[in-house]
């Protein structure tokens, strides 16, 4: 197992350089004079020249790039031209909500989901089995904005359950887990659909396989016939697709950050766009570059604890 | 209730599937029984409802099939009928099932010692810790090398054969009565076949095991079964003992397969069966076989009853051509 992570930790090397390097492209490749794009055309030659100096731009194209790779590696993103913070502080600020955020809407997927799918397959074209395509379906379309509304409006408006607002302070636990509770649900609602679909899907085809006819052989009920022999095949689709939405989650949590107010790495990236903060935007993509390549490690890494298969492989 | 010495019988079976909203008889009127030690072969081509018959026995039919007439008593308990509960209660204690496929028929993400001992578990209330212990015991039982080093092995880590023994000691794991093998060595290499069956042969000796033995190899049939019934269309068309059956067969279909049946010693061409067996929406009424049959007759429009041969009560055919000669 440890001789996996190692492995798994040296592949993901070339594609973390590979990711950096494209960034780096990415924003020099633009069209235009970033330094234009950045003061507006009304700008003096002077100002601009000043800009290009600051950011570096009057280098050879090779020593930019190792300047940049140098910083990244040394933890450091730049400054905000918009603030001239940090970057690397202003991420950190916000990180710990985008986390917490991703990482309860996966939880939501999962405990909804994985039921969801299971029910909807042992019980075929039956009313769960109609529920969940339904509810899946609705998942996948529903607006971000819309539903997030929906939610407010009947729980926080009518009821009163959760706060409109979701900021709270860092040191009341049970404040901020309230808060979390809408927002992960409204973010966790795509999770959920996604997760019922591929287990729907993968414990219909578990169900018919040869090794549950051998499990029901040996006289095991239904519920042990269900859940520890066909279900346990069907965790690596599942992993599978938690995995890549794990990236469809942040780019998706802007709009659910917005309508709940959270801080969130989602709305620095707007924030970053209106502005016009270019480093900020260039240090945005490294860090979500970063997170995505993280979440498929850990989902190769699960791979090697769901399937025994793979360790050996 | 019958006797309950006898740990499997079988009466008048008919076992049904529904397609397209029309009802099937895949299994028709099926009667037989297996007696301690005893080892009963079923052949017949593909299709020909020796599968069916098998999961109809087992309780793990389809969801579109059922047994639609007849009895299946498992030492004298009623299993047409009988709630789930019941079923599950004999299955994996008195009948124990091994199937053709042993590369796809174990769990692939669970260790191969917890999936030998755990009928135990559920028959027999074993803890796991007791259940490990049994299930090393059960693979030296089938000679499954270093047995004690591989309990917490998986199957992707076994070869065909190996896996196909751990299938029996998955399923002998009980004290069973009766296990049914279907086709449990046509995916192995020949050699390897010879040690299964060598395999299973040992523990009905000293088990006491009656064996229903699904295949349509005749040569594995001669040399392990005492009783043979040939399966056509769902109907069982000859029952005799193997003797008699290899001396003597006396419906056209058993004639055809032995003809169609590579020998060393004779050097006459392989007879091969003209045609194939119809489709299920296609079986002709009466006797199945007579679209494909050389004696076919007016009267095989009804279907012919299981009459002794020469007065033999032991070795039946459904056939009006042969019965009346």
Known sequence: MIRFVIKRLLVAIPTLWAVLTTVFILVRVVPGDPTMVILGDQASEAARAALREKLGLGKPILAQYIDFMTQVLHGDLGRSLATNRPIVDDVLAVLPWTIELTLASLVVGAVIGIPLGVLAAEKRDGFADWFARIFSLAGVSFPAFVSGILLLLAFSVELRWFPVISTAKSDDWFGRLRALVLPSINLGLLMVAYVTRVTRSGMLQALGEDYVRTARSKGLGRRLVVWRHAFPNVLVPVVTVVGLYLGVLIGNAVLTEIVFNRPGIGKLIVTALNQRDYTLLQGLMVVSAFAIVIANILTDLTYGLVDPRVKTA | ?325
Not at chain 2, 16 to 37: A, E, K, N, Y
Not at chain 2, 233 to 247: R, W
Not at chain 2, 265 to 292: A, H, K, W
Request: net charge neutral; glycine share 8%; hydrophobic share 45%.
């Open chain 2, 1 to 325: 209730m019958t006797d309950a010495a006898v740990p499997l019988v079988v009466e008048g079976m008919t076992t049904s599937i529904r397609l397209q909203g029309r009802l099937h008889h895949v299994v028709r009127d099926m009667s037989f029984v297996i007696r301690p030690r005893e080892t009963l072969a079923l052949v017949g081509e593909s299709g020909c409802g020796k599968s069916m018959t098998a999961l109809s026995v087992m309780g793990l039919l389809p969801p579109a099939a059922s047994i639609t007439a007849g009895r299946v008593l498992v030492d004298g308990v009623d299993l047409v009928g009988a709630d789930e509960a019941t079923r599950e209660s004999l299955r994996g204690d008195r009948l124990g099932m091994i199937f053709q496929e042993p590369m796809t028929s174990l769990n692939p993400v669970l260790p191969i010692g917890f999936q030998v001992g755990e009928a135990l578990m559920r028959h027999r209330g074993l803890s796991k810790r007791q259940a490990r212990e049994k299930a090393r015991e059960l693979l030296e039982l089938v000679r499954v090398p270093a047995a004690a080093e591989r309990l917490d092995a998986y199957p992707h880590q076994f070869s065909g054969g190996m896996r196909q023994r751990v299938m029996i000691a998955l399923a002998l794991a009980c004290r069973l009565r009766v296990l049914i093998a279907d086709e449990p060595t046509t995916a192995l290499d020949v050699t390897i076949q010879a040690q299964v069956l060598a395999l299973v042969a040992d523990l009905q000796r000293c088990e006491g095991l009656g064996v229903l033995l699904i295949t349509h190899n005749l040569g594995v049939v001669a040399s392990v079964a005492q009783r043979v019934m040939v399966m056509y269309g769902g109907d069982v068309v000859e029952s005799a003992p193997v003797a008699a059956f290899f001396a003597r067969p006396t419906h056209p279909y058993s004639s055809a397969l032995l003809a169609a049946m590579p020998r060393i010693e004779g050097g006459s061409q392989l007879q091969p069966i003209p045609g194939q067996v119809p489709p299920l929406g296609d079986m002709p009424d009466g006797c199945r076989f007579r679209s494909r049959c050389p004696l076919a007759h007016e009267r095989c429009a009804a279907l012919p009853p299981m009459t002794p041969v020469a007065g033999d009560p032991d070795h039946l055919v459904r056939c009006w051509a042969r019965s009346d000669a």
